[in-house]
C-alpha cells in the first residue's frame, strides 16, 4: 500500500498472491483485519538540522523522495515495518536465528530458537510472550511446529489452505522445529534444491526477520 500524492488521500491498494486466493474463494475468508505501514523508500539520512532556511525545512529532502509503488512480492518490499516501541528507545530491537541461511537435506530436522536484541535494554532477550513463524510454502516440509508458549492456534487455519494447494503455515512459540518433506515428486526430474522462507515476529517488540530455506534431494 502506497499513498501516491501526499496533498491528496489517494491510497494504491494491491492484493497479496494470499489475498488474491482468498478473495477468488468468494466464501467470506477474504477479511481485511489487520494492516502494516513500512518506509522502505525512506533514507533519514537526509534530514539536515543544518538547513539553511530553517526547522521548517529539515525534513524537505526526505519529504520530497518518490513513494514506492505498491506490489505484493513481501521479499521486496515492506521489508522496513514500522512498529510501536516505549519512549526513548535509543535502538531499534532485531530478531536474530543465528543464521541467514537455512539448508535442510530431506527428511532432516532442525530447531531454531529466536533472540530478540537490543530490546528493554539488554543486549539479547527472548520475547515473554514468544514469536510467531511463518513458513511461506509449507508443501516443503512435511512438520512444522512450535513449542514454549501455551496458546490457540494462530489465527484461522483454514486460511492455510485454498483449493487444491496448502500455503502458508504459522506457529506460535519460542522455539520452533522443521523437518524437511520426503516428497520426491516435489523436485520434478532435474531440481536438485527447493527454497522457501521462513519470517519470525516478535510478539512483544515487533521486531521481524525472514531468511531463506533451502531443501535439498537426498
Do not use: C, W
Amino acid at each position: 500500500m502506497a499513498i501516491l500524492n501526499p496533498t491528496t488521500v489517494t491510497v494504491d491498494a494491491v492484493l497479496t498472491t494470499k489475498g488474491r486466493e482468498l478473495l477468488a474463494r468468494n466464501d467470506g475468508s477474504f477479511q481485511i483485519t489487520q494492516f502494516s505501514l513500512a518506509d522502505d523508500e525512506i533514507d533519514y539520512t537526509l534530514y539536515n538540522p543544518s538547513h539553511p532556511s530553517g526547522s521548517a525545512f529539515y525534513g524537505e529532502a526526505i519529504e520530497n523522495m518518490p513513494v514506492i509503488q505498491a506490489f505484493p512480492n513481501d521479499t521486496q518490499i515492506m521489508r522496513y515495518k514500522l512498529v510501536t516501541l516505549p519512549r526513548g528507545t535509543s535502538r531499534m530491537p532485531v530478531i536474530s536465528l543465528g543464521s541467514t541461511l537455512i539448508t535442510l537435506k530431506q527428511g532432516a530436522s532442525l530447531t531454531i530458537t529466536p533472540q530478540t536484541l537490543n530490546y528493554l535494554g539488554a543486549t539479547s532477550t527472548f520475547e515473554a510472550n514468544g514469536y510467531v513463524a511463518t513458513i511461506s510454502d509449507i508443501r516443503l516440509l512435511s512438520s512444522f511446529t512450535g513449542t514454549g508458549i501455551t496458546s490457540t492456534t494462530v489465527g484461522d487455519p483454514s486460511l492455510n489452505t485454498t483449493t487444491g494447494a496448502v500455503l502458508s503455515k504459522s506457529a506460535l512459540g519460542t522455539s520452533f522445529t522443521m523437518t524437511g518433506t520426503t516428497v520426491n515428486t516435489l523436485f520434478g526430474t532435474s531440481l536438485t534444491t527447493l527454497a522457501t522462507t521462513i519470517t519470525v515476529i516478535g510478539r512483544d517488540s515487533g521486531a521481524r526477520i525472514t531468511i531463506p530455506i533451502n531443501i535439498t534431494k537426498a
